[in-house]
């Protein structure tokens, strides 16, 4: 902490991605709120081209369907993270859910007890599968690609690589009720709900998905004039990146 104190006193313009973090620096180091910009991550470089073609291919590599709805949860397999309770409601989705629906969980365990939650449930439900390892980022590419809506039900964080990665690939996302996916469900990229409500917004997504108007529920995922604000050639010409690099 002495040495972020020491960095950060120096520094004339510190850069976070999001309100929660710009929050914590000023009230954890007192630090003068003039000089914490909150900016937004970037999109990541895409491995595929995004069109029906990829995604049907990346469903099909997986070892789904064209026609099934797929959830994912991606990432580091961490209690903080609400996959064990996700994990709950996808099975509850499930019990009064007639269509065809799909749970992918690709992730390194670091939490054990949430891993063998993960395998209990695979074991007794085919419609669940588990990569239990670190993923490639090919691997993450196409399991995004496949994903029809991506679950991030975190009970607590300040931010998410995964929800830009899912934003890059243009994939709806389910997100927790915490503030720092604010900026996600405002602009119309996420349903952001409580956790004891995932199940009800995976049946209103499966069923947008099987009548065709998912992508009216998320049109602003392919508006350019949405995305723009996101991609690295915009965001380093805007401020404080235009005064830092003049």
């Given at each position: 902490k002495r040495v972020q104190q020491e960095v950060y006193d120096i520094s004339d313009c510190i850069l976070v991605h999001s309100k929660p973090v710009k929050n914590q620096v000023i009230d954890l180091f007192n630090i003068n709120s003039t000089k914490v910009y909150v900016t937004p991550h970037?999109?990541?470089?895409?491995?595929?081209?995004?069109?029906?073609?990829?995604?049907?291919?990346?469903?099909?590599?997986?070892?789904?369907?064209?026609?099934?709805?797929?959830?994912?949860?991606?990432?580091?397999?961490?209690?903080?993270?609400?996959?064990?309770?996700?994990?709950?409601?996808?099975?509850?989705?499930?019990?009064?859910?007639?269509?065809?629906?799909?749970?992918?969980?690709?992730?390194?365990?670091?939490?054990?007890?949430?891993?063998?939650?993960?395998?209990?449930?695979t074991k007794y439900n085919s419609s669940i599968k588990y990569i239990d390892r670190e993923i490639t980022d090919i691997e993450l590419a196409e399991i995004l690609l496949a994903s029809d809506v991506c679950l991030l039900p975190y009970e607590k964080g300040t931010t998410s690589g995964v929800a830009y990665l899912s934003l890059s690939y243009r994939t709806p996302m389910i997100t927790s009720n915490i503030e720092c996916f604010d900026e996600f469900s405002e602009k119309g990229f996420s349903l952001k709900v409580d956790h004891k409500n995932i199940n009800t917004a995976l049946e209103y997504l499966c069923n947008a998905y099987f009548s065709n108007s998912l992508n009216t529920i998320f049109g602003n995922l392919n508006e350019k004039d949405s995305i723009n604000s996101y991609r690295w050639d915009y965001i380093v010409n805007s401020e404080p990146y235009k005064t830092i690099f003049s």
């Open positions: 970037g999109l990541y470089p895409i491995k595929y081209e995004l069109n029906a073609k990829n995604r049907n291919m990346a469903k099909e590599k997986i070892g789904y369907d064209d026609n099934d709805f797929v959830a994912s949860i991606v990432g580091r397999i961490r209690q903080y993270k609400g996959i064990d309770l996700a994990l709950s409601e996808f099975q509850n989705f499930q019990k009064k859910n007639t269509l065809s629906a799909k749970l992918i969980i690709a992730g390194f365990p670091d939490d054990k007890k949430i891993d063998e939650s993960i395998k209990k449930a």
